[in-house]
T-cell receptor, first 111, second 113 residues
Framework: QKEVEQNSGPLSVPEGAIASLNCTYS??????FFWYRQYSGKSPELIMS????GDKEDGRFTAQLNKASQYVSLLIRDSQPSDSATYLC???????????FGTGTRLQVTL | DAGITQSPRHKVTETGTPVTLRCHQT?????MYWYRQDPGHGLRLIHY???????DKGEVSDGYSVSRSKTEDFLLTLESATSSQTSVYFC????????????FGQGTRLTVV
């Protein structure tokens, strides 16, 4: 079992809809959780971090964390074509803030 | 944008040759990391540093070495490049451990022929 699991997609949503991206993880000791966006040929860009159970909202983005069920999700409201990218779920466990990544979910926002 | 510069951005090298990639930061962050990204595997940690001259191995460290002689520079060396080391390499930095975020450089695309 991989430490961080994501559906590779592509996840296709129409413009203006809500995109829901999910991630499950196996290490219950994980402390910090992150969502990165990566456009093709570019580097990962941090869009959300979440450290405690519940929801965290930032503009059109909402991250949700449920440590008991070991999942973290990202909701993108009013999806735009510019949101089309690969979204990477990452978590940090233990010392030195080393990140473990999922393989990413490719999101396509269609006109 | 975090002040992280990777060099070179692209490199083609021959099997068996040594290669050094450089990561330079202007943020004075304590932690620096080298990741590689390959299709189907995502980003995987190669080595990381938690201070000047303090480094440790990551998940895929075989065939790689690192050095950090100054806070701002973290070097990744492939002693004898192999085709399996063809990848995109990313440097990342983080201010502290715990509830803190990591930021990535632009990446280096390395091709070993």
């Amino acid at each position: 079992q991989k430490e961080v699991e994501q559906n590779s997609g592509p996840l296709s949503v129409p413009e203006g809809a809500i995109a829901s991206l999910n991630c499950t993880y196996s290490d219950r000791g994980s402390q910090s959780f992150f969502w990165y966006r990566q456009y093709s040929g570019k580097s990962p860009e941090l869009i959300m971090s979440i450290y405690s159970n519940g929801d965290k909202e930032d503009g059109r983005f909402t991250a949700q964390l449920n440590k008991a069920s070991q999942y973290v999700s990202l909701l993108i409201r009013d999806s735009q074509p510019s949101d089309s990218a690969t979204y990477l779920c990452a978590l940090s466990t233990g010392t030195a803030s080393k990140l473990t990544f999922g393989t990413g979910t490719r999101l396509q926002v269609t006109l | 944008d975090a002040g992280i510069t990777q060099s070179p951005r692209h490199k083609v090298t021959e099997t068996g040759t040594p290669v050094t990639l450089r990561c330079h930061q202007t943020e004075n962050h304590r932690y620096m990391y080298w990741y590689r990204q390959d299709p189907g595997h995502g980003l995987r940690l190669i080595h990381y540093s938690y201070g000047v001259k303090d480094t440790d191995k990551g998940e895929v460290s075989d065939g790689y070495s690192v050095s950090r002689s100054k806070t701002e520079d973290f070097l990744l060396t492939l002693e004898s490049a192999t085709s399996s080391q063809t990848s995109v390499y990313f440097c990342a930095i983080s201010e502290a451990q715990g509830e803190t975020e990591a930021f990535f450089g632009q990446g280096t695309r390395l091709t070993v022929v």
